[in-house]
């Protein structure tokens, strides 16, 4: 049994669908389904008979006991968090309650149960913790990668509060001995995203004929990674990976912010024209670039991400099946074809506004 904290989300959604798809395992899916949580991302899985879900939330002290005591999981694989950049900026508190005290909420519920566990299995449990290449800071400037051995140096309240997670993971298996491994990506991007972010935001304003917001002058660089890529590169760290290690894992695809709007404006032309769009029955447009709008840069932006994602290749033998190309496409059809799955997610509390500004 593996259990996955926000398991309702983008990549904790994947990941369930992933392990319950191709593997013998069960998985309990923890989620406090807070506005980014939708148990309509894990639907294509829930009817199986390995697949439990407890709505919870991680930083209740209690919930998080109940839940390693009814479940006895082999392994933790610890998702939940506040992700969005923007939002951080705007509101800060909700990362540091979520991010910083719902991991040291699980932590100790899962070393309470730990140290419980006769030995066999106290060897064999993990507790998998994934965090984001913004823990590292800027690249701005230089050629370099982000390894396992870069310090950290985070910009933004959302990765200060990934980075202080992370510490606190290392420190729990310094101290007490917790088996832990610890994964830093690059940018996800795929199917049932939620859509403040760049990609899925692009994709249904300009399918509403609506502004293409990109900050500053689109200049700034990030390394995309295949959302179910990433799945498959969890599962194996979580059960292949060694204890008190660290494996930064990336889509060897970098691309500035602005060739990735572009991109996915030049699918759409082809995929669905204008011509075709009834949001466009009124205007003169021909191509969906023409949507395109500067708009001031958000405060500390970072410049360039790109990880260094040799060490998982070289020691797990994990590399991404897809190439920047293929699977933005795939990720463009599949907006394309699940219209109802994010109708539904926008006819909720959820708009589509740019948030983050000063």
């Known amino acids: 049994m593996i259990l996955v904290t926000g398991g309702a989300g983008f990549i904790g959604s994947a990941v369930v669908r992933y392990i319950i798809g191709n593997t013998d395992d069960s998985v309990v899916n923890v989620d406090c389904l807070t506005y980014a949580g939708n148990v309509e991302s894990v639907a294509p899985i829930s009817d199986s008979d390995r697949y439990y879900f407890v709505q919870a939330d991680i930083c209740d002290t209690k919930a998080m006991a109940d839940v390693f005591t009814k479940y006895q999981p082999t392994a933790v694989m610890h998702l939940a968090a506040e992700s969005h950049v923007d939002r951080s900026i705007d509101g800060p508190a909700d990362f540091i309650t979520t991010n910083i005290v719902g991991t040291f909420t699980l932590l100790e519920a899962a070393r309470n149960y730990w140290v419980t566990l006769p030995e066999d299995k106290k060897q064999a449990f993990r507790f998998h913790h994934i965090s984001t290449d913004e823990v590292y800071g800027d690249l701005e ?3 370099d990668l982000f390894t396992e051995t870069t310090s950290y140096e985070p910009s933004s309240p959302y990765s200060a509060s990934k980075a202080s997670s992370d510490h606190l993971v290392r420190a729990w298996h310094r101290t007490y001995g917790l088996p832990v491994i610890v994964t830093n990506c690059s940018n996800n991007y795929g199917p049932y995203h ?5 990609i899925p935001h692009v994709i249904l304003n300009a399918l509403g004929a609506k502004s293409l917001p990109v900050y500053g002058d689109g200049s700034q660089i990030r390394d995309w990674l295949y959302v179910e890529d990433h799945a498959r590169a969890l599962y194996k760290v979580v059960t292949e990976g060694v204890v008190g290690e660290t494996y930064n894992i990336g889509g060897h695809n970098e691309k500035k912010n602005i060739e990735v709007v572009e991109t ?3 699918i759409l032309d082809e995929l669905k024209p204008i011509s075709d769009n009834p949001a466009f029955n009124s205007s003169s447009m021909k191509n969906y670039n023409e949507l395109i709008t500067f708009v001031k840069d ?9 990880i260094d994602a040799s060490k998982i290749e070289r ?10 190309e293929t699977g933005i496409r795939k990720t463009v059809e599949w907006y394309l074809n699940n219209e109802n799955w994010w109708q539904r997610v926008l006819s909720g509390e959820y708009q589509l506004a740019r948030i983050g500004g000063e």
Not at 194 to 198: C, I, Q, R, S, T
């Open 194 to 198: 939620f859509p403040e972010k760049l």
């Open 264 to 266: 996915l404006c030049a």
């Open 141 to 143: 400037g230089t050629d």
């Open 315 to 324: 020691e797990l033998g994990w590399m991404p099946e897809e190439s920047f």
């Open 298 to 306: 958000r405060p500390g932006h970072d410049v360039r991400y790109a």
